[in-house]
């Protein structure tokens, strides 16, 4: 009842025209998709007009307009963290109502009645009655423009000044209906809250250019200056305790007990300037040098300012007269580049001292305290990236055979990133410059026109990337960094690791070694009890109440001292694919095209943590996944499941770390385009009826629904969760392009 099949809608309508000196284009589009997971949508309009006046013989003005409005609802199967993940809470409802409940009486309740009656906890909740009783809204309207100016001043000198602005408005309505958990845990009274938002970007770029050519000499010089803002604000409203539920968040005031209000806003500024040069010898020497200087307000007074170099040469070896005589090779070029760049991406006032409001009660007044809020660093600047790149242009047999091939290392310095501090200084972290970062790879394209004829066309384009990356250090005598995904508040030991000398996206937990066996224990004659054989790890963390025994988890002993302890967590899975990329072949006969891609990824593990929960509940009542059928008991010794409750709770080890490797189709079209003979009686330039189909399938052993995935990816350091991800869906379309 959570998963259904549905129709989406994609309609696109666009305008041009003009004459020689205004030329003017407008597009419409209107998407509409209805979610596969029950009382779930999207839907987008778009809108674009483009404006181009020629005012002069050498002055020229451009403008665009952009809109769009988007719609999202429905909980989504990742809507509640931790242990409410919709997703996980669909897989371990049990589907029965058993001998005490008629199916009925336990589809209607919010939470499990006999979990109420026996007083276990509410961390199984209907799925069903909770899509229908929340309501989850989010609304968004952009709006965007940007015009510019360019000025011939004279032959070769020209000056272009730009601006865009940019605004979106953004509001989520939330609400708790009678039948939802949260209504139930505020005493069965419904409860919501608004929130409204409003991001402002404007920018304003000026430059001068100055071209020149003398001979088989040319020159381009530009000068130029950037400034940028940005700012957010928001405005949150909560009240609980609402009589009825019927008008939602349209009266937040019906609510009895108005329980939040809350505002914020920032803003932050950036000013650049830099200049470029360019030459260009006979069109077979070419040499590019940069230097920008950037200015950001998110650094404090002495580190504002940040310099970024660069340069870059090629060689088009094809044009050199020595080469001519070689036919098959119609283009041969080298490319070597270096350059630094910068990143300022962090939150604004991190070098200053902020505060926070708190509320307390002193004898009968409520008093505001402001308390710090943060650690300030004044010392933070910006984080720095070196790259070197060497590639290569070849093409072959007049072009129909192409590959470009780029090697880089790219090293990243003074990383901005969230320091753990001293309980002693009364904050968990500062915002800090600290580590390196090495990211080497090897990039391949290669594109090629197997077949050509008057009627029919075969193209291809593979692509494949190999990159690799190096934590080089981090803050002086650390050698690890520890992250916790935070996919559920009862998993509190750290999940993830970055060590000095390895790649980021390590998975951190203890080493599956299968499961103890009646063969690792022994009895002793007139004496039950089980005794673990010599050579046999102990795991002394089993209680007295659960101990160790035959049909628990065993795990590896890393450090070889004879029993398990948090010292033997170690690696046990890497996020991060050692390869992938895609091939796409496109073919045309007369009026047919056809055409697929697909998608590849090798090398990555992926943590799936909606397994992990979804098998593993000493709960009678849970419904899991099929694999606890083959769980170990005195009849059936499985070295890969355990016994029901065999065990340690809230443990993370490397079970639940699978292979993401996969092949995925991930597009496939058929189309045909009606000759023009027959169009043109109707006033149809063109006429084209197609066939798409997306994700139609998937080749993997990843045991989840979907292995490109990473819920937590935000973090760098905790990429490949799976908790509760939202799958992809198989999508057929059928369309129709009409041009007049």
């Not at 009645?113 to 989010?138: D, F, H, I, R, W």
């Not at 290569?392 to 090697?407: E, H, K, P, W």
């Not at 009364?426 to 990039?443: A, P, V, Y």
């Not at 197997?450 to 066309?457: A, C, P, Y």
């Given at each position: 009842?959570?998963?259904?099949?549905?129709?989406?809608?994609?309609?696109?309508?666009?305008?041009?025209?003009?004459?020689?000196?205004?030329?003017?284009?407008?597009?419409?589009?209107?998407?509409?998709?209805?979610?596969?997971?029950?009382?779930?949508?999207?839907?987008?309009?778009?809108?674009?007009?483009?404006?181009?006046?020629?005012?002069?013989?050498?002055?020229?003005?451009?403008?665009?307009?952009?809109?769009?409005?988007?719609?999202?609802?429905?909980?989504?199967?990742?809507?509640?963290?931790?242990?409410?993940?919709?997703?996980?809470?669909?897989?371990?409802?049990?589907?029965?109502?058993?001998?005490?409940?008629?199916?009925?009486?336990?589809?209607?309740?919010?939470?499990?009645?006999?979990?109420?009656?026996?007083?276990?906890?509410?961390?199984?909740?209907?799925?069903?009655?909770?899509?229908?009783?929340?309501?989850?809204?989010?609304?968004?309207?952009?709006?965007?423009?940007?015009?510019?100016?360019?000025?011939?001043?004279?032959?070769?000198?020209?000056?272009?000044?730009?601006?865009?602005?940019?605004?979106?408005?953004?509001?989520?309505?939330?609400?708790?209906?009678?039948?939802?958990?949260?209504?139930?845990?505020?005493?069965?009274?419904?409860?919501?809250?608004?929130?409204?938002?409003?991001?402002?970007?404007?920018?304003?770029?000026?430059?001068?250019?100055?071209?020149?050519?003398?001979?088989?000499?040319?020159?381009?010089?530009?000068?130029?200056?950037?400034?940028?803002?940005?700012?957010?604000?928001?405005?949150?409203?909560?009240?609980?305790?609402?009589?009825?539920?019927?008008?939602?968040?349209?009266?937040?005031?019906?609510?009895?007990?108005?329980?939040?209000?809350?505002?914020?806003?920032?803003?932050?500024?950036?000013?650049?300037?830099?200049?470029?040069?360019?030459?260009?010898?006979?069109?077979?020497?070419?040499?590019?040098?940069?230097?920008?200087?950037?200015?950001?307000?998110?650094?404090?007074?002495?580190?504002?300012?940040?310099?970024?170099?660069?340069?870059?040469?090629?060689?088009?070896?094809?044009?050199?007269?020595f080469m001519k005589d070689i036919k098959w090779l119609s283009n041969f070029k080298v490319r070597f580049g270096w350059g630094?760049?910068?990143?300022?991406?962090?939150?604004?006032?991190?070098?200053?001292?902020?505060?926070?409001?708190?509320?307390?009660?002193?004898?009968?007044?409520?008093?505001?305290?402001?308390?710090?809020?943060?650690?300030?660093?004044?010392?933070?600047?910006?984080?720095?990236?070196?790259?070197?790149?060497?590639?290569?242009?070849?093409?072959?047999?007049?072009?129909?055979l192409n590959i470009t091939a780029d090697f880089f290392i790219k090293n990243t310095k003074d990383l901005l990133l969230a320091?753990?501090?001293?309980?002693?200084?009364?904050?968990?972290?500062?915002?800090q410059n600290i580590g390196k970062i090495q990211n080497k790879g090897f990039e391949l394209n290669v594109n090629s026109i197997?077949?050509?004829?008057?009627?029919?066309?075969?193209?291809?384009?593979?692509?494949?990337?190999?990159?690799?990356?190096?934590?080089?250090?981090?803050?002086?005598?650390?050698?690890?960094?520890?992250?916790?995904?935070?996919?559920?508040?009862?998993?509190?030991?750290?999940?993830?690791?970055?060590?000095?000398?390895?790649?980021?996206?390590?998975?951190?937990?203890?080493?599956?070694?299968?499961?103890?066996?009646?063969?690792?224990?022994?009895?002793?004659?007139?004496?039950?009890?089980?005794?673990?054989?010599?050579?046999?790890?102990?795991?002394?963390?089993?209680?007295?109440?659960?101990?160790?025994?035959?049909?628990?988890?065993?795990?590896?002993?890393?450090?070889?001292?004879?029993?398990?302890?948090?010292?033997?967590?170690?690696?046990?899975?890497?996020?991060?694919?050692?390869?992938?990329?895609?091939?796409?072949?496109?073919?045309?006969?007369?009026?047919?095209?056809?055409?697929?891609?697909?998608?590849?990824?090798?090398?990555?593990?992926?943590?799936?943590?909606?397994?992990?929960?979804?098998?593993?509940?000493?709960?009678?009542?849970?419904?899991?996944?099929?694999?606890?059928?083959?769980?170990?008991?005195?009849?059936?010794?499985?070295?890969?499941?355990?016994?029901?409750?065999?065990?340690?709770?809230?443990?993370?080890?490397?079970?639940?770390?699978?292979?993401?490797?996969?092949?995925?189709?991930?597009?496939?079209?058929?189309?045909?385009?009606?000759?023009?003979?027959?169009?043109?009686?109707?006033?149809?330039?063109?006429?084209?009826?197609?066939?798409?189909?997306?994700?139609?399938?998937?080749?993997?052993?990843?045991?989840?629904?979907?292995?490109?995935?990473?819920?937590?990816?935000?973090?760098?350091?905790?990429?490949?969760?799976?908790?509760?991800?939202?799958?992809?869906?198989?999508?057929?379309?059928?369309?129709?392009?009409?041009?007049?």
């Amino acid at each position: 009842e959570m998963c259904i099949r549905d129709r989406s809608q994609d309609h696109n309508l666009s305008i041009s025209g003009g004459s020689d000196n205004t030329k003017y284009t407008a597009s419409f589009s209107r998407y509409i998709e209805n979610g596969i997971f029950k009382n779930s949508g999207f839907d987008k309009t778009t809108g674009k007009i483009r404006f181009n006046q020629k005012i002069t013989k050498n002055i020229t003005f451009d403008t665009t307009v952009n809109y769009a409005q988007t719609n999202r609802k429905g909980v989504g199967t990742s809507a509640d963290s931790g242990r409410f993940n919709m997703l996980a809470q669909i897989l371990s409802a049990r589907p029965t109502g058993g001998l005490k409940l008629t199916d009925e009486d336990l589809l209607n309740s919010a939470i499990d009645p006999e979990m109420l009656e026996t007083g276990e906890s509410l961390a199984q909740v209907n799925p069903v009655m909770q899509t229908e009783s929340v309501t989850n809204n989010k609304r968004g309207e952009m709006w965007s423009a940007n015009a510019s100016i360019t000025w011939q001043i004279i032959k070769g000198l020209t000056f272009k000044t730009a601006g865009t602005y940019n605004t979106t408005d953004s509001r989520t309505d939330i609400f708790y209906k009678t039948g939802s958990k949260e209504a139930y845990r505020n005493g069965e009274k419904p409860y919501g809250r608004t929130q409204m938002g409003r991001d402002v970007r404007w920018t304003n770029y000026n430059n001068l250019t100055w071209k020149q050519k003398i001979k088989k000499h040319t020159y381009d010089v530009m000068l130029g200056h950037e400034v940028s803002f940005k700012s957010s604000e928001y405005l949150l409203g909560e009240a609980m305790d609402f009589p009825f539920d019927n008008l939602g968040n349209d009266n937040l005031g019906i609510g009895a007990t108005p329980s939040k209000v809350s505002s914020s806003y920032n803003d932050k500024m950036l000013l650049s300037f830099f200049a470029r040069g360019n030459y260009n010898y006979d069109n077979r020497y070419l040499l590019t040098a940069t230097i920008r200087a950037d200015g950001s307000t998110v650094f404090s007074q002495k580190n504002k300012w940040g310099y970024f170099p660069s340069f870059s040469a090629a060689w088009r070896v094809s044009e050199e007269a020595f080469m001519k005589d070689i036919k098959w090779l119609s283009n041969f070029k080298v490319r070597f580049g270096w350059g630094t760049v910068g990143n300022d991406r962090i939150s604004n006032y991190l070098s200053l001292d902020l505060y926070e409001a708190s509320k307390y009660g002193v004898g009968n007044n409520t008093v505001t305290v402001l308390t710090p809020k943060q650690l300030k660093n004044a010392n933070l600047k910006w984080e720095g990236s070196n790259t070197v790149n060497l590639g290569v242009d070849l093409g072959f047999f007049d072009s129909r055979l192409n590959i470009t091939a780029d090697f880089f290392i790219k090293n990243t310095k003074d990383l901005l990133l969230a320091q753990s501090l001293a309980h002693i200084t009364g904050f968990n972290s500062q915002m800090q410059n600290i580590g390196k970062i090495q990211n080497k790879g090897f990039e391949l394209n290669v594109n090629s026109i197997n077949i050509q004829t008057r009627d029919f066309t075969w193209n291809t384009n593979f692509n494949i990337s190999f990159i690799k990356n190096t934590l080089k250090s981090l803050a002086s005598g650390v050698d690890a960094m520890y992250a916790r995904s935070g996919f559920d508040s009862n998993f509190t030991a750290y999940d993830y690791i970055a060590k000095v000398g390895e790649s980021l996206g390590l998975i951190y937990g203890y080493e599956f070694d299968g499961i103890y066996q009646s063969s690792d224990f022994y009895t002793k004659p007139g004496d039950p009890t089980l005794y673990l054989k010599d050579g046999v790890v102990n795991d002394p963390r089993y209680s007295t109440k659960e101990p160790l025994r035959p049909g628990v988890v065993k795990y590896k002993d890393q450090d070889g001292d004879g029993k398990i302890t948090t010292k033997d967590r170690t690696v046990i899975g890497s996020a991060i694919p050692k390869w992938y990329g895609g091939i796409t072949n496109t073919l045309n006969y007369k009026g047919i095209d056809f055409s697929f891609m697909l998608q590849f990824n090798y090398g990555n593990d992926v943590y799936n943590a909606t397994r992990l929960y979804s098998t593993q509940s000493r709960s009678g009542r849970r419904n899991m996944l099929a694999e606890v059928a083959d769980r170990w008991s005195p009849t059936n010794a499985s070295n890969k499941v355990p016994l029901y409750n065999g065990y340690i709770t809230n443990d993370v080890y490397s079970r639940f770390v699978e292979d993401g490797s996969f092949l995925r189709l991930k597009n496939i079209t058929l189309g045909y385009t009606l000759p023009k003979k027959w169009t043109s009686k109707f006033y149809v330039s063109r006429l084209r009826v197609y066939a798409t189909g997306q994700n139609l399938f998937c080749v993997t052993g990843y045991s989840g629904y979907d292995p490109e995935v990473s819920t937590a990816g935000s973090n760098p350091m905790t990429p490949g969760l799976d908790w509760g991800a939202y799958p992809k869906s198989k999508v057929f379309t059928f369309g129709l392009d009409i041009q007049f």
